[in-house]
């Protein structure tokens, strides 16, 4: 078993001790992990999620703190990741566009259609620009990663469109003007009264770092690049799903203090 579970299974049964009072005070301040999916709690690779590190999540929510997804998928994805998975059933998705906290409650913080006209500028311009196949969208357009990245800012940059175009190492997405995952999480902050000292997010890409901004604690995984490690206040060494237990097992005798 990783060195985390048992670690905050411990806690866990601390709690019922004699000593519940003292040990919640001292160790325990309820915090807020924003977690990214793919690259962080998947397997290296494939999408498949990887089952120690959500056990792990589904313990940190069962202690009392949040644990909420920030994902380049949709957010309905995120959501149903959090309720399958037993964590806190609230979700930021499409890049930070879309928050779902219910099956009928979507908080739209992008504007597809301009995200559209983009695409089409983009598309007239260079070759190979191809719409990725993601489940639907409601404020933003992915694409496959088929083309020079640098090349279309530049191209957006003349034809005078303010759009976000960024890489997330599984897709590129046109976002809204302003939209990334720290804007998005940032209305989640706001709703639920969450300070950034509390947030700790977890990320393995240059979509991650707007997020890493907000938080107080920002762990970057062993697959992120130089400038997303760079980007965070604690790097580990172990990839995807590992990587996260390896994060949440540095963190653990630390939480108290951050
Ligand atoms: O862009 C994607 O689909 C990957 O999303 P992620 O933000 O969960 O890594
Ligand atoms: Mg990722």
Redesign the pocket.
Known sequence: MPKILTYFSGWHISFSSKYYSVQKTILVKKKTFAV?????ITENGGGRIHLDALEALRRLTNLGHNVIFV???SSVEGFLLSVFGGTTKIAVGE?GGCITLNSDEHILLGNIDECKIALKVIQNNLENVKEKS?FPRMTEV?LQRTFDLDLARQILAENNLKVELSD????Y?INSHGIDKGTGFSEIMKKLSISRDDVVAIG??A??VPLFKVAKTSIALGNASEPVKSAATITVSAHAGDGLLEALDKLAPKLSEI
């Open positions: 990214d999916i793919d690259g962080t994902t380049g998928r890049n993601v992915v997330s190492q599984y897709a997405h393995d890409s979509t991650d």
